[in-house]
């Protein structure tokens, strides 16, 4: 007998991650809408324009953070250039904005401000088709699809791994930065995009579109969540995790690691995209610095936060490190490199596994600790539950 | 066990017979046969043909104008002391390292220093390391699921699901192995002799026509090795076997014909009491 699609979709996640995402389905699209639309301003819990926006910002970095995971986490992959494919998302999208100004713009003109103060008198080439909604979500996958597909087929091929990859992405993101620095590549050079003012014709600031946003932004993380957990439930998942643990021995049984990890890959850099394509319209700014290669390693330090080779750690890892983040920007804004390179040592030297990896091992021990019958459940039962490679893989908790 | 002939078949009449493969590989067949390309072509009854293989690591020659020909369903011993390139052979046949002269066929059409590691693989050449390397962090289960033999492309690996059939080898294979008990335990924490038992049973799932062993019973208890020279023993005939070892008594227990390399040719070749007399064997391993 065959299993549905539907049912092993169904049984790759345990009941309480379902009723999980049933809460985070309530909280984004009820809630939330609720909270910021139906209450009035002075109502205790009324949501805040401030709060829907940051939120919203921080779900497109969760996705982010999951798209890393899939690669560093249970690919082995480490990239230092994520940044990039967040960003391109963010830039295909942000032309689709620009051209939705219309004449709206300071100079009254059909072209974009920057274009006009360069005095340019036509749009380039590349901007073609970029006033079509559909164009530009076809850009926002295709940019960071295929510039990975490319690049990740080289580095691949020639079995580029470890350090010298990341090392490589940190390259990468950083030429790419420079390359958007510049007035001519026409994006606006360091200034980037901003001013939007609609999508699709509605007003982009207001209310109801800032609920719009954060409900489809939630609804990509839930998405990405439920395709992330169907992957590495999947044999291609066992084989992803085993390329990460002895790639030539996966060979030798007759896998082809390129293509498996081209494809983890060049997905990953799709999500990004994606993310960067909702994160634009919700910050109302895009420019170069998001390329910047800081910024990619700090998507790592997200998912090392949370806890790598667990979905659910990259989610709280990005969604702890950036409320710490605008927090911090907001009461001491000097001190945020010092507290997240701190927040990176401590986690590298104290927690291996993370948050999920210091929450597991406190469960292991509370379970063992237990009277009679609920010690009959050895604590290694209870890391099962995990996602593989969750716990001992770092031998932390052994 | 099987029983030899033939002694010692390099030299001519191996040239002579590898000569005439050259027209066939090419498609011009003259025996009659229709050749299939890609397919393991056993019609000379030799699964596997190494003629003067050279490897050099920096000038240091690890092989040297090594030849070997191996029967379809033989079970071989080869022996040498330490660092006499017996895992440098199995490099040289899995892909892993190219050779800089020689030739090395698999069957009689399947140039094996022209394709990669997993056409290799595919084309039915099983390897265990030396040193145990199973998945440590996937389940005894797992490590099977994934060694098996299936379609392994991507496309395929996402939507796999193990089919009875499937359920059925693995279940067959973990007895075979003896690790029907610890099938869903994590294959890290199996006893260094278990992970060898693995390993092999990976080998198995892939169902291989040549089965490459490099020192399978290194850190077995005596009872352990035992049984795995049964379980070999037993796999000889339907499986052609290459087996690297030092523990004599174990080679003694296959029963196979011995081949004994030193500084990277073979020095001597034939069963266990004749190599062990021959005054050549006996000065490589007294002399040193
Ligand atoms: N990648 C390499 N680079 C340089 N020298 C190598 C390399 N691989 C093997 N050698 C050398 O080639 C020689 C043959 O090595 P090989 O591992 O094939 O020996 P072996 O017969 O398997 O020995 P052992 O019984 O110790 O396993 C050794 O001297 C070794 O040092
Ligand atoms: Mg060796």
């Known amino acids: 007998m065959r299993t549905p699609f539907t049912v092993r979709l169904f049984n790759s996640m345990p009941r309480a991650g379902w009723a999980a995402l049933a809460l985070f389905a309530l909280f984004a699209w009820v809630w939330v809408p609720l909270a910021h639309l139906a209450l009035p301003a002075d109502h205790a819990l009324h949501l805040s324009s401030y709060w829907v926006s940051l939120l919203g910002k921080i779900l497109c970095y969760m996705v982010v953070a999951v798209a890393m995971d899939l690669i560093w986490g249970y690919a082995g992959i480490l ?28 100079y009254g003109a059909e072209l974009p401000d920057f274009m006009v103060f360069l005095d340019w008198k036509e749009l380039p080439w590349y901007w073609w088709g970029t006033d079509s909604f559909l164009w530009a979500l076809l850009l926002v996958v295709a940019v960071p699809g295929l510039l990975a597909w490319v690049f990740g087929y080289f580095a691949f091929r020639s079995r580029i791994k470890g350090v010298y990859f990341a090392i490589i992405t940190q390259a990468l993101t950083y030429a790419a930065m420079l390359l ?26 207001t209310p109801e579109m800032r609920v719009v946003l954060f409900a489809l932004s939630a609804a990509l993380l839930a998405g990405v969540l439920l395709l992330g957990r169907y992957l590495v439930t999947s044999r291609f998942g066992r084989v992803l995790a085993a390329i990460r643990d002895a790639e030539s021995r996966v060979m030798f049984i007759g896998y082809n690691p390129l293509h498996y990890k081209l494809f983890v890959w060049t997905l990953s850099a799709v999500l990004c995209g994606l993310a960067g394509a909702l994160y634009v319209p919700q910050v109302g700014i895009i420019n170069p610095s998001e390329m910047s290669p800081a910024n990619s390693i700090e998507i790592a330090v997200w998912v090392a936060v949370g806890g790598r080779g667990t979905l659910v750690g990259a989610v709280l890892g990005a969604g702890i490190v950036n409320l710490a983040k605008s927090w911090f920007t907001v009461s001491f804004p000097e001190y945020w490199p010092f507290f997240l390179g701190f927040l990176f040592i401590a986690v590298t030297l104290f927690l291996p596994n993370g948050v999920i990896g210091l929450w597991s091992t406190l469960r292991a021990r509370l379970g063992a600790r237990r009277p009679a019958p609920a010690a009959a459940e050895p604590p290694v039962q209870g890391a099962a539950a995990e996602p593989p490679a969750a716990e001992s893989s770092r031998g932390a908790v052994a | 066990m099987t029983p030899h002939s033939n002694r010692q078949r390099a030299g001519a009449e191996f040239v002579a017979e590898r000569e005439n493969l050259r027209p066939q590989w090419e498609g011009e067949a003259s025996t009659g046969h229709v050749l299939q390309p890609g397919e393991l072509d056993l019609s000379h009854k030799v699964i596997l043909y190494l003629e003067d293989i050279t490897v050099s690591f920096d000038g240091f020659r690890a092989l040297n104008k090594l030849s070997l020909a191996i029967d379809a369903g033989e079970l071989r ?70 060694a098996m033999k299936a379609d392994k492309r991507v496309r395929r690996s996402l939507f796999a699901r193990l089919s009875s059939e499937e359920g059925d080898r693995i279940a067959a294979v973990l007895e075979r192995i003896r690790l029907a008990g610890e099938a869903d335990r994590q294959a890290g924490l199996l006893s260094h002799g278990q992970k060898q038992w693995l390993e092999i049973g990976m080998l198995l799932m892939q169902e291989p026509r040549l089965l490459l062993l490099d020192e399978p019973v290194a850190g077995m208890t005596d009872d352990e090795t035992e049984r795995t020279a049964e379980l070999f023993v037993s796999l000889a005939g339907e499986h052609s076997l290459v087996v690297v070892e030092h523990d004599m008594a ?19 070749e034939g069963d266990l009491p004749t190599v062990q007399n021959d005054p050549r064997v006996i000065e490589v391993y007294l002399g040193r």
Do not use: W
């Open chain 1, 79 to 106: 990239s230092l250039g994520h940044g990039l494919f967040f960003a391109l998302g963010g830039y295909a999208f942000g032309m689709y904005l620009m051209r939705q100004i219309g004449r709206d713009g300071s």
């Open chain 1, 180 to 205: 958007f620095f510049r007035n001519e590549t026409g994006f606006g050079g360091n200034n980037g995009f901003t001013d939007f003012k609609r999508i699709l014709g509605h007003g982009i600031t």
């Open chain 2, 77 to 146: 011993c080869i022996i040498g002391p330490n660092g006499a390139g017996k895992t440098t052979m199995m490099d040289v046949i899995t892909g892993k390292t190219r050779p800089d002269e020689g030739s090395a066929f698999f069957g009689q059409t399947l140039d094996l220093t022209r394709m990669r590691e997993p056409e290799i693989a595919h084309a039915g050449i099983g390897r265990k390391f030396q040193k145990p390397t199973v998945f440590e962090q996937h389940s005894v289960f797992e490590n099977l699921e994934l």
């Open chain 2, 250 to 268: 174990f080679v003694e227990a296959l029963g196979g014909k011995v081949t004994v390399l030193h500084e990277g040719s073979v020095l001597a």
